[in-house]
Nanobody, 127 residues
Framework: QAQLVESGGGLVQPGESLRLSCTASGFNLAVYTIGWFRQVPGGEREAVSCLSSSDGNIYYADSVKGRFTISRDNSKDTVHLQMDGLEVEDTAVYYC????????????????????WGPGTQVTVSS
């Protein structure tokens, strides 16, 4: 069965780092656009960073530019999100997703029928 599973979340202090990982099973991650989204209670799910499968487009939300780095390891069907300089405002549940529209200025799910999501991992930044 095709699925995504995130890992690497946790509780850290402001200024510290975390590395999130998302591993795919049951399908070939290499052919898909991939990305990370986050959501706080009562808020909408927002795109954090996305990476295309072929044309090199990378998206970062303005709030994370210069602090977060997305990467993929197609040999392991895994995508990572390196998060440095974490801020209290980064606290959220982080989700990975595949099959997205990715542009330098935007990232959105391609469709309700084809976009797949992981169950999410909690990131809490607190002093």
């Amino acid at each position: 069965q095709a699925q995504l599973v995130e890992s690497g979340g946790g509780l850290v202090q402001p200024g510290e780092s975390l590395r999130l990982s998302c591993t795919a099973s049951g399908f070939n991650l290499a052919v898909y656009t991939i990305g990370w989204f986050r959501q706080v209670p009562g808020g909408e799910r927002e795109a954090v960073s996305c990476l295309s499968s072929s044309d090199g487009n990378i998206y970062y939300a303005d709030s994370v530019k210069g602090r977060f780095t997305i990467s993929r390891d197609n040999s392991k069907d895994t995508v990572h999100l390196q998060m440095d300089g974490l801020e209290v405002e980064d606290t959220a549940v982080y989700y990975c997703a595949v099959d997205l529209w990715v542009f330098a200025h935007a990232c959105t799910p391609r469709s309700l029928q084809t976009t797949r999501w992981g169950p999410g991992t909690q990131v809490t930044v607190s002093s």
